[in-house]
């Protein structure tokens, strides 16, 4: 698989395709992104990862001219400085192209046209689209990548690896057509893939950088990092946290330079079972990502899930609350089977969801702050043939002074609240039917650190004074460690780990979500 | 109130803006006035007489239920084009059963409100089990009823339908038929379900976040369902007053009720519960497109293109409306 076209590279080969120095970025008082340097070879794949907020998405957005950083770094693309910001056309004219992970295909569009979307060669006098010549240079391309399909299929009709090589070849075909060889950055391309489309999309990766040019493997999974990668550079906070050859590099050794401390080995032991009664029950539950899993929550417990993005956790609040269908498995709330109920069922059973959009799933912007809040309990407020408005009005007037809502005005429209005052009058909403089991789904997107502080407050008192159930799926691993009792940890739709007691860090938590611990990946890559 | 003073933002707000507000609100009312008051000095002995206002408020009454019957499945999100097919298919059915077979009429009504029932379920299975877009299914089964309706009865006009139907449709009461009274205890029934019982808050929360209110127990294919019936059902109760006040029943009297009623229900939601499909804001934008048509004709001597020209237009514009002051509100919401 080792191209010769390597060799025909050589004059080159010592200059990276791309240099970054003393790149910042700072976003009002905070910076997303400090001094960050970075050199990539060309024919090589370089790696970038990171937690959460750690600066890949800064880096990627300014490298796609979305962003211009702070004055003082430099950017040189083979060897030459080049003007910063790089504006939106900029990348494509340095022979950078970005694949993010929904890889702008359009699905009811054919092949050839989907490779041919954005530059159509035309002929004079009428700008004819030179058919003939798409349609070769589509085989061409698909031809490279070992690719056996029929040009005139629309790509709805591929499994994700081939849309995924399709993607690529698109891209490569723009980068390459210009310069011969450049940077293709690849910002989670693996996310939307199957595991048995991750193989292919890695071949192909590595024919890219056999053929010259070099790629940017952003993701945040371990294992595709030190499978496909020559090289890795760690972000941590903002900063460079070093780069090392993935040749010289274990797993363990990624976490510590990920998480930025060591972790100790996990026991992976469950707590002890609480005296408490079980609330929530789940067992052997299948859904699109989530398979067979299995647990339960406590009156009084705050138990967290999380895990890397597309692990199964996002699947979770829907298929408890009966807003999408389990494929099997049994869900249990108080002893009432709800493993094929709808939302309204859940309810009934003592079960609320604060779920993960505010707008769109918790409720409708354009409505007021009141219709919103008693949408679940109308029926209470139905008197004698008449919706009592005033007695609405009074209850959320008396919802925003105890979860301080502000403004503190029923008829307000919802979408002028903060993130953070929606949050709160939608947890006040499911509070007030003083659920047995309640959800939350990111409760702390969007919101700033006072409503955090509030919102947690009240779970966590209500949990306490009235034994309320209270599951977290969160991916934010600082405000789990600090409010859950338990944490369960997903790899792939399953439990990988449950963190308790002393094992209960932020760092514990982000390292158990990179596959530490847990017995379905060796802690060390031997 | 003490809203106000909670809400610094809402103090701060100008004259402009609270001129603006109320022009928004109260916009389609005041261009009524207008109106009535430009065509009376233009045009006094015509315009500005008791004929003219019972004819205004009058002929007018069956589009003003077709149009309030519409409000209810757009107040949930969808289309219904179906209404004038089932307007001339139910009317004719109940006419041929009557007149050609001598049915009595409390059979005959029965069967009458059935087909409504019926054709209201097939629309709702469509959209909400199927899942097909409403506009296509109801355009679809209200041309297929049009169809219907002229094979069934041949394409003849039926005269002499039973007695009480014409008296219960056409009886005067202080100059105005019967039928004027039902459009507007429609108007005042689809209100008060509207604005003050929880159907109406669901009908709101389907049409404008069916995820949400899915999510808050809200059956939401229940709701469609009963949205799609209830206009189906009014249209055919339109379509029967209609036979009633003209004793006789016309298989191609129906279409030109389609537009006028869709500019009426659109150009309401821009009024008075501005963002809104609302009952008054129907009534209100009703009167206020035929207040144009036939000032317009009997000042101009323009004849039947007139109608079809300015509610197209209407329709149009108050779409166009709506969308630009919705943006207004949005951007004024966002920076507050």
């Given at each position: 698989m080792t191209a010769p076209a390597q060799a025909a590279a050589a004059p080159g080969a010592d200059v990276p395709i791309l240099s970054v120095r003393g790149i910042s970025k700072t976003f009002g008082s905070t910076a997303a992104l400090s001094d960050f340097s970075l050199d990539i070879a060309p024919g090589t794949v370089h790696g970038l990862i990171g937690q959460n907020g750690c600066g890949k998405s800064t880096f990627i957005k300014i490298l796609g001219g979305f962003h211009a950083p702070d004055p003082g770094g430099r950017l040189a693309v083979r060897g030459e400085d080049v003007e910063l910001p790089l504006g939106p056309r900029g990348p494509a004219a340095l022979g950078i192209s970005i694949l993010h992970q929904d890889l702008a295909l359009v699905d009811t569009l054919s092949?050839?046209?989907?490779?041919?979307?954005?530059?159509?060669?035309?002929?004079?006098?009428?700008?004819?689209?030179?058919?003939?010549?798409?349609?070769?240079?589509?085989?061409?391309?698909?031809?490279?990548?070992?690719?056996?399909?029929?040009?005139?299929?629309?790509?709805?009709?591929?499994?994700?690896?081939?849309?995924?090589?399709?993607?690529?070849?698109?891209?490569?075909?723009?980068?390459?057509?210009?310069?011969?060889?450049?940077?293709?950055?690849?910002?989670?391309?693996?996310?939307?893939?199957?595991?048995?489309?991750?193989?292919?999309?890695?071949?192909?990766?590595?024919?890219?950088?056999?053929?010259?040019?070099?790629?940017?493997?952003?993701?945040?999974?371990?294992?595709?990092?030190?499978?496909?990668?020559?090289?890795?550079?760690?972000?941590?906070?903002?900063?460079?946290?070093?780069?090392?050859?993935?040749?010289?590099?274990?797993?363990?050794?990624?976490?510590?330079?990920?998480?930025?401390?060591?972790?100790?080995?996990?026991?992976?032991?469950?707590?002890?079972?609480?005296?408490?009664?079980?609330?929530?029950?789940?067992?052997?539950?299948?859904?699109?990502?989530?398979?067979?899993?299995?647990?339960?929550?406590?009156?009084?417990?705050?138990?967290?899930?999380?895990?890397?993005?597309?692990?199964?956790?996002?699947?979770?609040?829907?298929?408890?609350?009966?807003?999408?269908?389990?494929?099997?498995?049994?869900?249990?709330?108080?002893?009432?089977?709800?493993?094929?109920?709808?939302?309204?069922?859940?309810?009934?059973?003592?079960?609320?969801?604060?779920?993960?959009?505010?707008?769109?799933?918790?409720?409708?912007?354009?409505?007021?702050?009141?219709?919103?809040?008693?949408?679940?309990?109308?029926?209470?407020?139905?008197?004698?043939?008449?919706?009592?408005?005033?007695?609405?009005?009074?209850?959320?007037?008396?919802?925003?002074?105890?979860?301080?809502?502000?403004?503190?005005?029923?008829?307000?429209?919802?979408?002028?609240?903060?993130?953070?005052?929606?949050?709160?009058?939608?947890?006040?909403?499911?509070?007030?039917?003083?659920?047995?089991?309640?959800?939350?789904?990111?409760?702390?997107?969007?919101?700033?650190?006072?409503?955090?502080?509030?919102?947690?407050?009240?779970?966590?008192?209500?949990?306490?004074?009235?034994?309320?159930?209270?599951?977290?799926?969160?991916?934010?691993?600082?405000?789990?460690?600090?409010?859950?009792?338990?944490?369960?940890?997903?790899?792939?739709?399953?439990?990988?780990?449950?963190?308790?007691?002393g094992q209960l860090n932020e760092h514990a938590i982000s390292a158990a979500c990179y596959g530490h611990g847990g017995d379905r990946l060796p802690v060390e890559a031997t | 109130?003490?809203?106000?003073?909670?809400?610094?933002?809402?103090?701060?707000?100008?004259?402009?803006?609270?001129?603006?507000?109320?022009?928004?609100?109260?916009?389609?009312?005041?261009?009524?006035?207008?109106?009535?008051?430009?065509?009376?000095?233009?045009?006094?002995?015509?315009?500005?007489?008791?004929?003219?206002?019972?004819?205004?408020?009058?002929?007018?009454?069956?589009?003003?239920?077709?149009?309030?019957?519409?409000t209810i499945p757009l107040a949930a999100g969808e289309f219904d084009l179906s209404i004038v097919g089932v307007f001339a298919f139910v009317s004719a059915m109940f006419a041929l059963v009557t007149v050609d077979h001598s049915w009595p009429v409390v059979p005959a009504l029965l069967f009458a409100l059935a087909l409504a029932v019926a054709i209201g379920l097939t629309n709702a299975f469509f959209i909400v089990k199927v899942g097909v877009n409403s506009f296509i299914t109801t355009l679809g089964t209200g041309t297929a009823l049009g169809g219907l309706t002229l094979l069934l009865t041949e394409s003849k006009t039926f005269s002499g339908l039973p007695e009480v139907v014409v008296t219960v449709s056409s009886t005067r009461l202080l100059g105005l038929p019967l039928t004027f009274y039902y459009a507007i205890g429609l108007a005042f029934a689809l209100w008060y379900v509207l604005e003050h019982t929880p159907v109406g808050r669901w009908l709101y929360f389907v049409g404008s976040g069916p995820e949400v209110a899915r999510l808050n127990g809200i059956p939401v294919g229940a709701v469609r369902t009963v949205a799609l019936v209830a206009s189906s059902l009014i249209a055919a109760l339109a379509g029967l007053l209609q036979g009633g006040l003209l004793n006789a029943v016309d298989p191609f009297s129906a279409q030109s009720y389609l537009l006028s009623a869709f500019a009426g229900a659109f150009l309401g939601a821009t009024t008075i519960k501005p963002g809104r499909f609302n009952a008054w804001g129907t009534v209100a934008a009703i009167y206020l497109v035929i207040t144009g048509i036939v000032g317009l004709q009997i000042t101009t001597g323009a004849t039947g293109y007139i109608t079809d020209i300015f509610n197209g237009t209407v329709l149009v514009l108050a779409v166009a409306l709506s969308l630009v002051v919705g943006r207004r509100r949005a951007a004024a919401g966002s920076a507050a």
């Open positions: 092949i050839v046209d989907n490779l041919r979307i954005a530059q159509w060669a035309t002929e004079p006098p009428l700008r004819r689209l030179r058919w003939r010549a798409a349609r070769a240079d589509a085989r061409r391309l698909l031809a490279r990548f070992e690719l056996d399909l029929d040009i005139d299929q629309p790509v709805a009709a591929l499994p994700g690896g081939e849309r995924a090589i399709l993607a690529i070849a698109r891209a490569l075909d723009g980068i390459e057509g210009a310069h011969g060889a450049g940077l293709l950055v690849l910002d989670e391309a693996t996310a939307a893939l199957p595991d048995d489309q991750v193989e292919r999309l890695f071949t192909a990766v590595r024919r890219v950088a056999g053929d010259g040019s070099a790629v940017l493997f952003v993701s945040h999974r371990l294992d595709e990092i030190t499978a496909v990668t020559d090289a890795v550079t760690v972000l941590r906070d903002g900063r460079g946290a070093g780069t090392v050859p993935t040749a010289d590099l274990t797993e363990r050794e990624l976490i510590r330079l990920i998480v930025g401390r060591d972790v100790e080995e996990l026991s992976g032991g469950r707590l002890q079972a609480s005296a408490a009664a079980e609330v929530l029950r789940v067992r052997g539950l299948n859904g699109a990502i989530l398979r067979d899993l299995s647990f339960e929550v406590r009156a009084g417990e705050v138990v967290g899930v999380t895990g890397l993005l597309g692990m199964g956790q996002d699947e979770l609040p829907g298929l408890l609350f009966g807003a999408t269908k389990a494929a099997s498995g049994s869900i249990e709330v108080d002893g009432t089977e709800l493993g094929q109920a709808r939302p309204r069922d859940a309810i009934r059973a003592g079960v609320a969801l604060v779920p993960g959009q505010r707008i769109g799933e918790g409720a409708v912007a354009e409505a007021t702050v009141t219709e919103n809040v008693t949408l679940a309990t109308l029926g209470d407020y139905f008197r004698r043939g008449w919706l009592d408005g005033d007695r609405q009005v009074r209850d959320v007037r008396d919802l925003t002074e105890r979860y301080a809502v502000k403004p503190r005005t029923p008829h307000a429209v919802f979408g002028q609240l903060s993130g953070g005052n929606q949050q709160k009058a939608l947890l006040g909403k499911w509070m007030g039917l003083g659920p047995k089991l309640l959800i939350l789904h990111e409760p702390a997107h969007g919101v700033d650190i006072e409503a955090r502080r509030e919102i947690f407050n009240k779970v966590l008192a209500a949990a306490a004074e009235e034994s309320m159930a209270v599951l977290i799926v969160s991916s934010e691993h600082d405000e789990l460690a600090q409010v859950a009792s338990r944490v369960l940890v997903l790899w792939e739709g399953g439990l990988h780990v449950e963190l308790t007691g | 109130m003490a809203d106000l003073a909670d809400q610094p933002a809402t103090a701060r707000r100008s004259a402009g803006w609270w001129a603006g507000e109320v022009l928004y609100r109260f916009g389609v009312p005041a261009l009524l006035v207008v109106l009535v008051v430009v065509f009376s000095l233009v045009a006094p002995s015509q315009f500005f007489t008791v004929t003219n206002l019972q004819n205004i408020l009058g002929t007018q009454a069956i589009l003003l239920m077709l149009a309030l019957g519409l």
